[in-house]
Structures are given as structure tokens and as C-alpha cells.
T-cell receptor, first 115, second 116 residues
Framework: SAVISQKPSRDICQRGTSLTIQCQVDSQVTMMFWYRQQPGQSLTLIATANQGSEATYESGFVIDKFPISRPNLTFSTLTVSNMSPEDSSIYLC????????????FGPGTRLTVL | AQKITQTQPGMFVQEKEAVTLDCTYDTSDPSYGLFWYKQPSSGEMIFLIYQGSYDQQNATEGRYSLNFQKARKSANLVISASQLGDSAMYFCAMREGWGGNTPLVFGKGTRLSVIA
């Protein structure tokens, strides 16, 4: 399995500010994804983080609001820009390893509260 | 259209009893994988079990088994001998295509409460 760490684990932010969340994996992975889980809801895919190129965003998510970087095979960042209270969620990094088609793991998540 | 449907928002089960959590899916891709995850109150997503569309046998992992009925497009999770620690949200998810490079799509989840 892959060990995934996320920083910060939680944060409380003011409206209008931005927060960058880091995701670090202990081994090279083929795919990295960012999900959002709003309070009491399921997980929604924000984007697929592509190494060395622009992320692939899902409908309803745009690069200006959620810029993503993936400079190498083990690290990615998600920025939540110009935050509003509606951005209060858990943000989860998820990776697919090279070990098989049935392996996909999640980081511990970042709990974001926007005041 | 919903690709993953979990019709039970909440379920209760007596400790030591078995419980079935329902999941139906919708895809036209012949190659797909079905996953179940557990999310306790701490928020982490814990991978439980996987079933591939071409797997002939139902997947089992310890107390977890997946009742895969391909013709009905259902992939129900069965937890045997429930424990208090099984109380959590359970999510069914699907990945379409072969090779595993497409993202998982999740259902809305079922909250399981185990009663002593």
C-alpha cells in the first residue's frame, strides 16, 4: 500500500483568503486525484493531477478557483482560492499505485473551515 | 444519471449480527471495478474490498464480502459478525475502464450504526 500524508490536517481560514494543501506519497504513483467532501456529503472529484502538465478538472471545478500542481510522481498541491464559507469541506488526496488496478488509497484529508 | 446508487441512508445492526449494505451501479463499459470504503468519524477513507467486472467469484476480505450480481448490476457489501467499531459511513464506488487510470465515482453512502 501507499502511505499518503496531507498538510495541513485542518485549518480555519477567513473569507477571501487562499489555502494550499500538500499531498505527499511515499512511493511513485501513476495517478493522483483530489476530492472534496462537503459536510454530510459523499466524495466529489475535483480534478486529476497530471505530472508536468495542467490538471484535468471535472465539471463545476475550474483552475482559477482550484489550481493544482504536480511537479513529480510523489507530490501534489491543491490551492483553494478566494475562499467562501461554501468551500468548507474535507479535501482528500487519492492515489493509484502501480501495484494493480484495484489499489486506490486516500490521504487522511484536510478539514477546512471558512469563516 | 447516478452511476452509483446507495438507497440506504442509515442502517442499524445488532452487535454480532450480519448486515448487508446495498449498492447498484450503472455503466455500459464491460470493464469496471467496484470498491467499498469505510469512513469513520475521524474522516479517513479505509479501503475494504474490491470486485472486478470479470471476476468469477465474489470478493471476500475477512468479515467483509461482496455479493456481486452482475446481471442486476448490484454489488452489496456484507459485514458478518458486526462489531461496535464497524459504526461508520460506508461508500460504494466504481471505476470504469481497464488499467485503473480513471477516477473513482462514489455513491452517497450509508451510515451504519452497530448497537450493543
Amino acid at each position: 500500500s501507499a502511505v499518503i500524508s496531507q498538510k495541513p490536517s485542518r485549518d480555519i481560514c477567513q473569507r477571501g483568503t487562499s489555502l494550499t494543501i500538500q499531498c505527499q506519497v511515499d512511493s511513485q504513483v501513476t495517478m493522483m486525484f483530489w476530492y472534496r467532501q462537503q459536510p454530510g456529503q459523499s466524495l466529489t472529484l475535483i480534478a486529476t493531477a497530471n505530472q508536468g502538465s495542467e490538471a484535468t478538472y471535472e465539471s463545476g471545478f475550474v483552475i482559477d478557483k482550484f489550481p493544482i500542481s504536480r511537479p513529480n510522481l510523489t507530490f501534489s498541491t491543491l490551492t483553494v482560492s478566494n475562499m467562501s464559507p461554501e468551500d468548507s469541506s474535507i479535501y482528500l488526496c487519492s492515489v493509484k499505485t502501480n501495484l494493480g488496478a484495484n489499489e486506490q488509497f486516500f490521504g487522511p484529508g484536510t478539514r477546512l473551515t471558512v469563516l | 444519471a447516478q452511476k452509483i446508487t446507495q438507497t440506504q441512508p442509515g442502517m442499524f445492526v445488532q452487535e454480532k449480527e450480519a448486515v448487508t449494505l446495498d449498492c447498484t451501479y450503472d455503466t455500459s463499459d464491460p470493464s469496471y471495478g467496484l470498491f467499498w470504503y469505510k469512513q469513520p468519524s475521524s474522516g479517513e477513507m479505509i479501503f475494504l474490498i474490491y470486485q472486478g467486472s470479470y471476476d468469477q467469484q465474489n470478493a471476500t476480505e475477512g468479515r467483509y464480502s461482496l455479493n456481486f450480481q452482475k446481471a442486476r448490476k448490484s454489488a452489496n457489501l456484507v459485514i458478518s459478525a458486526s462489531q461496535l467499531g464497524d459504526s461508520a459511513m460506508y461508500f460504494c464506488a466504481m471505476r470504469e475502464g481497464w488499467g485503473g487510470n480513471t477516477p473513482l465515482v462514489f455513491g452517497k453512502g450509508t451510515r451504519l450504526s452497530v448497537i450493543a
